[in-house]
């Protein structure tokens, strides 16, 4: 799985699915995500959730945030 496979499953779902899916996640704790596939340093390749398809950057960050729940009128 790599980056690119992991923003394309997530572009495939609709925000509104994706959001719930986040949601029913919970925290996420990027130490126990897998890495993504791909070339470069280990320690620096970005880890991803494969129930929300939600990646993090090697530092935390989030690199394809959900909709905003405001976004779907909640
Ligand atoms: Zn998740």
Redesign the pocket.
């Known amino acids: 799985m790599t980056l690119e496979d992991v923003l394309n499953r997530a572009g495939q779902m609709n925000r509104a699915e994706r959001w719930i ?2 949601t029913a ?1 919970g925290t ?1 704790h990027p130490d126990s995500l897998p890495r993504t596939e791909e070339g470069g340093a280990k320690t620096k390749r970005p880890r991803y ?1 494969p ?2 398809w ?1 990646a993090f950057s090697a530092d935390g960050v989030l690199w394809n945030p959900q909709c905003l729940s405001n976004e779907l009128g909640l």
Do not use: G, I
């Open positions: 899916l986040w996640c996420h959730c129930r929300c939600t």
